[in-house]
């Protein structure tokens, strides 16, 4: 089965459904990031709500950044999807293996943090990203997102979502839901779908047994209209031209220290962990080319 996100609606229209299967997203991550399995439960509850998120873009280039800066050992989180389905993030420390035994589960709370901000920024290809920035409401990442939907967009959700880390550290199972309420919801629909959250299953336990986003949503909301679907993958856009592109930006005499001390860069993308080597002759193509836009800034035509 592969990674898919599925958009439905129910309960008569009142309240719109996105449910996503991000197993195969997930450890692809783990292995980019040698992620041990409290780190990779973190960064993949982010990344799946991330591309969530991302499914409300019409313009397949338009993007979501969200990035958590908690104040426990995680670090900083950050994800990146866009309108097509990729997506891509890294963790602070992807070292962490923090086990809770009175829940029998891993602690991703304790290895986020309980304190700290959850922020979301949507690039819509206009002047400014649209960006909202809330508190974090326990580092769990569903119940946080939680909060941010109703503080920061005023739109009242169910969020739901789990990474089922397997004994080889593996990503057996990943997935989440979004049930946002449409304004105007009865309160039939508002105890319904309270009643939901209280019954259902882990989302990840239902991917585990073999359930489609689609099955997840008709199990839950048997009136459920499928409205569409979109492929969903791992995927880093870095490569060698951009960070080229990255370093001729960079102070002239910066690059003079690389070739003539170093005669090599070597720069590791922070989202894929891929290293890119440039070597001296790169180096000073590039140092020529910055002298060459420079120098038309001091003396233009």
């Not at 449409?182 to 047994?209: C, G, H, N, W």
């Not at 891929?274 to 140092?287: A, M, Q």
Request: aromatic share 6%; net charge negative; proline share 4%.
């Amino acid at each position: 089965m592969r990674d898919r996100l599925i958009i439905a609606d129910a309960l008569e229209g009142t309240v719109r459904i996105r449910a996503a299967r991000t197993t195969d997203l997930v450890e692809n991550a783990r292995k980019a990031h040698n992620a041990q399995p409290t780190s990779c439960a973190a960064l993949g509850r982010v990344l799946t709500i991330d591309a969530i998120m991302a499914s409300e873009m019409k313009d397949e280039s338009a993007k979501t950044v969200v990035t958590i800066n908690g104040d426990g050992p995680a670090g900083t989180i950050v994800a990146q999807a866009d309108g097509a389905g990729n997506v891509r993030g890294f963790i602070g420390d992807p070292s962490l293996y923090i086990f809770n035994h009175e829940t029998g589960k891993l602690d991703v709370g304790a290895a986020v943090g309980h304190s700290g901000t959850l922020s979301v920024s949507k690039d819509l290809g206009l002047k400014e990203p649209f960006t909202g920035m809330v508190n974090l409401y326990s580092g769990e990442i569903g119940e946080d997102f939680t909060y941010y939907f109703a503080l920061s967009e005023q739109t009242p959700s169910m969020v739901a979502v789990g990474v089922l880390v397997d004994t080889d550290c593996s990503v057996r199972a990943a997935g989440g839901m979004v049930v946002q309420l449409l304004p105007d919801a009865p309160e039939e629909t508002i105890a319904f779908v309270e009643s939901i959250q209280q019954r259902m299953k882990p989302v990840s336990s239902y991917i585990d047994e073999g359930y489609s986003p689609e099955e997840i949503i008709h199990e839950l909301f048997p009136d459920a209209r499928i409205l569409g679907e979109r492929e969903l993958r791992w995927h880093c856009s870095c490569s060698k031209e951009g960070f080229a592109a990255a370093l001729s930006l960079i102070q002239e005499k910066d690059l003079e220290e690389m070739i003539a001390e170093d005669h090599q860069a070597q720069i590791t993308c922070q989202y894929c962990g891929k290293t890119y080597v440039f070597n001296e002759e790169e180096l000073k193509e590039i140092l020529e080319k910055h002298r060459h836009v420079e120098d038309r800034k001091r003396f233009p035509a």
